[in-house]
């Protein structure tokens, strides 16, 4: 069962017990497309009839109610509970449990137990739960408001689209600026954004000039 929507821009909060049917099967999909797009899968694997597990369930199922606006907004964010017997069916989520209730994060292939996670209270309540998603996605401000972690592979294709390329800057930081490729495909007819028309009225006519002068 998938209670809340990522289409819907909020936190997504998925279930897979019981017989293996068609729903069974698109939330095992949901949580598989997270990790291999980068999300943050917080995932906790139970097995039928094991007391500390069920005890788990109630707590991991509140854990939504413990984070701030920002994190209940973030789709990049996916809180699932599976039985185990779906393990099999699930991708790079780390080697096979041992023991039960296992909980784990998994973002771009790295997979970190809750045992291991830097917290100074680690009592499998909905309140300690909560604080490990916001260690581990931490808003970032800007502009007065909260830009979420986007996944690794969008930022890539974000910043390929960009033809963004680093350039250094006297003291050794980095700046970046737009690559000749990119360059060539604006139109100066019809620049998009400031940017573009301010490259179009300065920028463009001093490359220019500088080519001229490199001909003579």
């Known amino acids: ?21 068609i729903a069974a099967k698109k ?27 069920n005890m788990t369930k109630e707590p991991w199922s509140q854990i939504h109610h413990h984070l701030s606006e920002e994190h209940k907004k973030n ?5 699932a509970r599976v039985d185990k017997d779906f393990y099999p069916k699930l991708k790079q989520v780390g080697k096979e449990p041992m023991g039960f209730p296992t909980l784990r994060y998994i973002r771009n292939g ?28 931490k808003p970032i401000k800007r502009g007065g408001g909260f830009a979420s ?18 350039k ?10 737009w690559s000749a490729k990119y360059k060539r495909s604006i ?11 301010q490259y179009c009225h300065y920028g463009r006519n001093k490359t220019k000039r500088s080519s001229r002068k490199h001909n003579r």
């Open 149 to 166: 972690h986007l996944p690794a592979i969008k930022m890539k294709k974000m910043k390929a689209g960009m033809n963004i390329v680093p």
């Open 1 to 21: 069962m998938s209670l809340l929507n990522d289409s819907d821009g909020k936190i997504q909060i998925v279930e897979v017990e019981g017989p293996w049917n």
């Open 27 to 53: 939330n095992i999909d949901t949580i598989n497309k997270g990790v291999h797009s980068g999300k943050h899968v917080f995932l906790f694997l139970f097995m039928v009839g094991c007391n500390p597990c």
């Open 110 to 137: 790295d997979v970190e137990e809750y045992e291991d996670a830097p917290l100074s209270k680690k009592d499998r309540s909905a309140e300690s739960f909560a604080d490990w998603i916001k260690i581990k996605v």
């Open 75 to 79: 789709p990049d964010i996916i809180i």
């Open 168 to 177: 250094r800057r006297a003291g050794g930081t980095r700046s970046h600026h």
């Open 187 to 197: 139109n100066c007819r019809r620049p998009r954004g400031f940017s573009q028309r």
